[in-house]
């Protein structure tokens, strides 16, 4: 997110400082975390090259038309109105949606419920957010500038969401590598926007998923989430997000495994990427599979072995010392627990270890629990990303990422890696 506009700028009588701290009290309650999620929120939906603006008694606190106060009607009365600016955006509402066809459309609100399908789901989430009405408005920037500047109503400029090769050129994007492992649950049909907003929040370059089974979820979530190149197919878990195209990408199956491992070599880089999937239940037998199946993958990428690599993914193990609260696990999976002697000998991720890699979650948090799974009561660590040893100096950060909807979004909770690049 950029701001494009200094703090001592004035516009409409107000300087963009008091014009932002009369939001941030008013409309936020003086929770300046809260305002900055709700930025974060829009950002992840509207498309790159959008300017969002906040207009109306929020920001000066007092109502344009008869001076009255910012929620003079009682708490949670007066509305946040939110426009889009940019010829992207004006394309979310339908054709019906409109005071000047592709130009300025009528705000999306309770009057209004279903003019822009895209950003309903987001409309609703904000509304959530701060427990008061949410309308949102798109339009070309000279309608901003007519109301602004030539009838004087002040208006604060949110962010501007840049377009991907800015966000590319950034200087700290330049030195790092961001990946992100995330399992979407049974395809994620259904929950593609939530997934997106999700994805599009952590700003990765490179996004490995895992029950990503349905081609087309996976190309409206690459879509939401401003991802330029993709890879999915319906008889494998793996696929892949990537911001800029890549320059390699294939499944391999090794002998014995359930599922395949994806390889991506991204256009420009010196790193390999093999997501990972291993067999699921927790049990003593199915982790013998999963100790063959990564034995098998182990032996399949021997050859990058001494050269930069990453293994990322959902293993479907604990890491010793850790261990399951059978207590908290559903009734239907505690069986396989008791029927393997009520204790089981964890041995995938040592033996990945024991191959000459680091966890890289536990080399940045050394006590953190790290649970992904549950999302919505997470109590085991199943997610994973690996690099070899002799590169763990280039983890800048391994981050199991939050997100207002990722409860919702899907069973897992995604693992961010910050990699610094050659």
Not at 25 to 47: H, M, S, T
Not at 76 to 91: E, P, Q, R
Not at 213 to 227: S, Y
Request: net charge neutral; charged share 25%; hydrophobic share 45%.
């Amino acid at each position: 997110m950029l701001d494009p506009v200094p703090d001592d700028a004035e516009q409409g009588g107000l300087s963009e400082q008091q014009k932002r701290d009369n939001v941030v009290r008013l409309a936020f309650g003086g929770d300046k975390g809260l305002f900055d999620a709700f930025c974060r929120e829009i950002e992840a939906v509207i498309p790159a090259g959008t300017t969002v603006v906040l207009r109306g008694s929020a920001v000066t606190g007092n109502r344009w038309r008869d001076g009255s106060a910012f929620d003079a009607d009682g708490p949670g009365t007066s509305d946040l109105d939110i426009t889009l600016v940019g010829a992207d955006v004006v394309k979310y509402f339908k054709v019906t949606g409109f005071f000047v066809p592709d130009v300025h459309s009528r705000p999306l609100s309770d009057d209004d419920p279903d003019i822009a399908p895209q950003l309903v789901p987001l409309r609703r989430t904000l509304v959530a957010m701060v427990h008061r009405p949410v309308n949102i408005q798109a339009s070309r920037e000279i309608v901003i500038q007519l109301r602004g500047d030539l009838l004087g109503q002040p208006y604060l400029t949110l962010f501007e969401k840049p377009d991907s090769l800015s966000i590319l050129s950034r200087p700290d994007r330049a030195l790092t590598l961001r990946l992100l492992t995330y399992n979407i649950r049974n395809g994620g049909a259904g929950r593609a926007g939530l997934i997106a907003r999700v994805i599009a929040s952590s700003e990765p370059d490179i996004v490995l998923l895992q029950e990503a089974t349905r081609p087309d979820v996976v190309a409206e979530i690459a879509e939401r989430a401003g991802m330029a190149d993709w890879r999915s197919d319906r008889s494998q878990s793996l696929a892949f997000l990537s911001r800029a195209h890549v320059q390699f990408a294939a499944s391999h199956r090794p002998r014995f495994s359930r599922h395949a491992f994806i390889e991506v070599a991204p256009a420009g880089e010196q790193v390999r990427l093999f997501g990972v999937h291993l067999s699921a239940l927790h049990a003593a037998w199915t982790e013998r599979r999963r100790l063959v199946e990564v034995q098998s993958l182990l032996r399949a990428i021997a050859q990058h072995q001494h050269g930069f690599h990453v293994l990322a993914g959902d293993f479907n193990t604990l890491a010793p010392p850790e261990d399951i609260d059978v207590g908290r696990l559903p009734m239907r999976l505690r069986p396989f627990v008791w029927l393997s002697g009520g204790r089981i000998r964890w041995r995938v991720v040592q033996t990945v270890i024991d191959a000459g890699y680091v966890d890289a979650y536990r080399a940045q948090h050394a006590l953190a629990p790290g649970h992904t799974m549950p999302a919505w009561d997470p109590h085991v660590r199943l997610d994973y990303v690996f690099v070899p040893g002799a590169f763990a100096d280039r983890i800048e950060q391994c981050d199991i990422v939050e997100h207002p909807d990722v409860r919702a979004a899907s069973d897992h909770l995604p693992v961010l890696a910050v990699l610094r690049r050659p």
